[in-house]
């Protein structure tokens, strides 16, 4: 059984670092005028709940399965002090090493995968080896309710049952977006709990913008002796009111003026 995280934080600590990850990300996405803004709109109350009262750095793994989500991350790992927040003014830029879709070179991550639907495999491998090794950390992994369409992806979640994987963790944010339209309106991949449950998985599925019930749920996960999966239900334009209503969730474009409206709203939320 693995140990549970040590660390709390309280609800406002909770929404003011999602909103600092939201916050970031305006402001990385903004020099260039649309990006993957929806992507850390979404997970950020997620990105609060991991960073902030499960994820260890100097002890866990962490991975990021869609490479665009990288984005959440680095300012994840900006608010934390894993990565220098100078840095995320480069991102997106040419030769930065804070590229909009992450790669094996992006920092603050074990791993990041460009192909969608990997990450699991890749997660699944690193909690065999740290078992092998006799290393009791614990490995996350951020993949996405577009991935469940993969075929891999219930691959590496049979492989990982059938190993009783306990200390891996997958988080799935479950944000009904993908590049082509609405997951749902492509594929059905629901019902998503249950498909979890039925690959021998401990599954919590939760509002994914209540950080608290987040945290509950990754620390239930941290006393399952089986793999766990947290599914967190999300839009990609949740937390920031200024977005017109049919803002492209997918790739948000961002103008000037949209940008400092989204930074003032941000800021004056923070306080």
């Excluded at 220098?84 to 920092?107: C, F, K, M, V």
């Excluded at 939760?206 to 947290?230: K, N």
């Excluded at 017109?244 to 969730?249: K, L, S």
Aim: hydrophobic share 45%; glycine share 10%; net charge negative.
């Amino acid at each position: 059984m693995t140990e549970p995280p040590t660390a709390t934080a309280t609800a406002d600590e909770l929404q003011r670092f999602a909103d600092g990850v939201r916050l970031h990300a305006v402001r990385m996405v903004a020099p260039h005028g649309m990006g993957y803004l929806g992507q850390a709109l979404s997970s950020a109350e997620v990105m609060a709940a991991l960073y902030l009262t499960a994820y260890r750095p100097e002890h866990d793994r962490m991975v990021c399965s869609p490479g665009h989500y990288v984005i959440a991350h680095f300012a994840a790992a900006a608010l934390t002090g894993q990565l220098d927040a100078a840095l995320l003014e480069t991102y997106g830029h040419e030769d930065s090493d804070l590229e909009a879709i992450g790669t094996e070179r992006s920092p603050a991550l074990d791993l990041t995968c460009g192909t969608l639907g990997t990450g699991l495999s890749g997660a699944v491998g690193l909690a065999l080896a740290d078992r092998m090794l006799g290393h009791d950390g614990r490995v996350f992994v951020l993949t996405s309710d577009g991935e469940l369409q993969e075929g891999q992806t219930w691959e590496a979640a049979m492989f990982a049952a059938h190993h009783g994987l306990g200390r891996l963790v997958a988080l799935v944010d479950a944000n009904d977006s993908q590049v082509d339209g609405p997951v749902s309106s492509l594929t059905t991949v629901e019902p998503v709990a249950d498909k979890w449950r039925a690959f021998g998985w401990d599954v919590h599925d939760v509002d994914g913008h209540d950080a608290p019930a987040v945290a509950d749920a990754l620390g239930r996960a941290a006393e399952s002796p089986l793999p766990s999966v947290v599914v967190a239900r999300t839009s990609t334009s949740h937390g920031l009111d200024v977005l017109p209503p049919d803002a492209d969730g997918h790739f948000i474009k961002l103008s000037p003026e949209l940008a400092a409206a989204a930074v003032e709203e941000l800021e004056a939320r923070r306080g």
